[in-house]
Every structure is written in C-alpha cells, then in structure tokens.
C-alpha cells in the first residue's frame, strides 16, 4: 500500500496514546482519522509527518521507511487547525514559504516560484488577494492560503488537522465541498483528522474510527453507518437512542414489545438496544411501547422533534416528518416503539 502504519505505539509520560494502530491508505484516498477528543487522532497524523516518534511500529510510504527519514526530506503536506500563517508575510509569500527554504540545490527559480504560487492561488480560488495579509483575509481564505502552502511544495501526501475547526459552520459547510473537489483535481493521498461526524461521513473514502488509542472500527462511510461493529460506533456516528431491552429468541423486546433486531443478536437475556431517532414509532394512548409524554414539539425544516420524557427516567428526542407534528401536543402521553434496532449485551 502506499501508506503503511504498523503497529504504531506511543506513550507520553506513562499515558498510552497509541496503542498498536496498524492502517493503510490506497494511492489517492481520502482517509478521515474521526474520534473523540484525546482518542490519538491527532498524535497519528504527527507520527506521520514526523513531528512525533513513536515507541514503537513502522510507516511506510510506497515501500519507503518514513520513520527514517528526516522531517524536509518525507515530501509531506501540512495543514494545521488554526492556519499558522506568517502575519508579516502576505498571501503569496506564505505560499512561496516552503520553496524559498529549500536548499539551494533544490530551490526552483524566482520565475518558476512566481508562476507555481499563482498557479496554487487560482487552484485554491483566491486570485487576486496575492498581496493581502492574513490580518486582511477572512477565515476560510486563511485556510485557503495554509492549503496551497502545503501544496506548493509538491508532497507526497498532504495531512490534515481539524482545518475546518476554527470556522463557522456555514463556511465549514462550503469549504468541505470545496476541498473534495480539490482532493479530486489533485489526486493525492490525503488523511483528514475530524471529529465531526457529518464532516468524516461527507468527505471520506473511508474513515478510521479511534477510541482511546486504539483503532475501534474502519470502512467506508457506508459501512461504519449502516454495519457499526460496536456500540461505540453506533452511538458516535450520528443521533441515536439507547433503550434498556430483553433479548428473547433472537428479539428485543423493549416495554412488552417485539422488536426485529438488524445485524447479529445476543444471547437471551438483558441487552442494549441502539436506534435512529427517525426510527421510532410514535403512538398516542395505550398498548405496548415504551410509555412516555411529549415535553416539547420542535419544528425544523422538513423534520420536527418530539422531545419525550420516559415515565420513571430519562428522555429521548424522536424525529417525524414535520406534516406529522400537528398530531402532538405537549403533555400528550405516547408509546414508544423502536421499528429496528441493533443490541449489544450489557457490560
């Protein structure tokens, strides 16, 4: 593969924050290293560039042993959270950074810096803003300019961390739309850290789930959504609803009601049931389901919300299509009832 990671391990004091991540990424993917905060994302993508050495494992880049290679010398692109332009240096010459520090052996001419910094900034759409300060761009122009720094000098792969992190969701929105089609025209390997979900599941060939270190689940977008291997996956990768269940003869059965379970079942006995809050039925008066009453009936564009609170503990939030709401009142008592769900036994 073109990139390699084996058995990757790093501590940092006495804190394991990577432990044993082996990973590969094809020629031209979009890989997205998506988890929570402190789950080793980060520290992945620095092992990577060779901002960190890890403890242990090899990264192979077409063959080669990355880990032995000096930082300038690996051809990779960086891209950081929160831009780390150079404020004194405008638009094109942060662009023209990294090729005005290389050797100068290595260094291309003045003229064929010149035309590949206005190659990259029409590439990147911000032609026209050559002379223009960090101080004088907005945030997603900033982001812009950090990007075709990392491409100017011509890398192998390019990384990135969180870039979208420091910017409104609106702009955030655009610029992932802007960087696959970006990622398309270039055709690099690309490794993407998140920990946006909606961001992995939009971007993403295939995505790399992490959870303390360690490497809970990889697959294509598709198949962490639709075939989570774990709860942790179920529950990280968008909105979901836990329920107490019973597992009886390859069925939940949640508050007197049989449920089909999707995927593998447990064994007989109490289990967790995982659903979609767009997968609940809701009824008004009595019969089996899950007894509760409608706190709250929030409209959102073609969905509306019925936040529930469950007699005795706890509350779920169930989505309906919005022509369904006026069916609903606060205060109305309902049954709930899951039309599938996944299980996972208690632990």
Known sequence: MPLDISNVRK???ATPVLRDVSLFAEDGEFLALLGPSGSGKTTLLRVIAGLEQPDSGAVRFQGEDLLAQPVRERRIGFVFQH???FRHMTAAQNVAFGLNAKPAKQRPSRSEIRKRVSD?????QLSGLENRYPSQLSGGQRQRVALARALAIEPRILLL??????LDAKVRRELRRWLRDLHERTGLTTIFVTHDQEEALDLADRIALLRDGALEQVGTPEELYHEPGSAFVFEFLGDSVRLPCTVNGGVAVIADAPVPIIGAAPANGPAFAYA???AINVEIGPGPGLPAHVRNVILAGPDARLDCAIDGDGAIDVRIPAEEAAKFSPRDRVRLT???VRVWPVT
């Open 11 to 13: 501590n940092f004091s």
């Open 83 to 85: 831009y780390a332009l």
């Open 120 to 124: 990259l900034l029409h590439l990147v």
């Open 161 to 166: 961390d969180e870039p979208f992190g420091a």
């Open 276 to 278: 979609r809050p767009d």
């Open 338 to 340: 899951p039309r599938t």
